[in-house]
């Protein structure tokens, strides 16, 4: 089944669940994954309009939220279900592509804890903070030298010598989905150990 929706939408959140519901007649998790930035430094600040912090919230931060919204009830029903949300080390650092996106997975991190507190105990709610992660994303906006340049750098520069791929954020993601059933509330940061390079905010 593929549904073609905007997150920051919520008659396609609902329109998505609808279908889902009506192929499977079940949702046992959801993967909270859609997600938008934009590049700029932090000390460029009149490059970030109110406009874009909306539109980077309307998505990372509501879209999560009305996806969560339109499965809660079929969870609910059938007496579990499982929500990981990505976030970004971002959120817990304050660094990141910009800082509106940074503000935006603060934003998501926070309101990981308040979900997982309101949708238990039938509904586990969590989140995964990635680093850098290799792929198309990074290698369109910085083109094959700018990205094999970065990739190098951090894997220099990470404690454990590696540059995430989307595999690690799948094992992480599938870790809360399927195997964590005394687990909620938690934010997994899956970064090579980035986070350990500075001062980190305290998260909760």
Same mark, same amino acid.
């Given at each position: ?33 859609? +997600? ?8 460029? &600040?009149?490059?970030?309009s109110a ?12 879209? =999560? ?11 609910? =029903?059938?007496?579990? +279900? ?20 940074? =503000? ?8 990981? &804890? ?19 992660? #290799? ?9 094959q030298d ?11 520069? #990470? ?24 687990? #909620? ?20």
């Open positions: 089944l593929v549904c073609q929706g905007d997150v920051s939408k919520d008659e396609d959140c609902r329109r998505i669940v609808a279908e889902t519901m009506a192929k499977w007649g079940r949702i046992d998790g959801l993967m909270n994954n859609a +997600g938008t930035t934009m590049l700029v430094a932090d000390n460029n &600040l009149e490059s970030l406009d874009d912090f909306l539109h980077i919230y309307s998505v990372n931060v509501v879209g =999560a939220y009305q996806m969560t919204r339109a499965v809660a009830p079929h969870m609910k =029903a059938q007496g579990r +279900g499982s929500i990981v949300n990505t976030s970004s080390v971002a959120g817990v650092m304050g660094i990141g592509s910009s800082i509106a996106y940074a =503000a935006s997975k603060g934003a998501m991190n926070t309101m990981t &804890l308040s979900l997982a507190r309101e949708l238990a105990p039938e509904i586990r709610v969590n989140a995964i903070a990635p680093g850098f992660i #290799t792929g198309r994303w990074w290698l369109d906006k910085l083109g700018g990205y094999d340049k970065m990739v190098a750098n951090i894997e220099k520069s #990470t404690p454990l010598n590696h540059a995430g791929t989307p595999e690690d954020m799948a094992e992480a993601a599938l870790f809360f989905l399927t195997s964590s059933a005394n687990i #909620t509330g938690e934010i997994l940061i899956s970064d090579a150990g980035t986070h350990l390079s500075g001062a980190p905010l305290i998260a909760r």
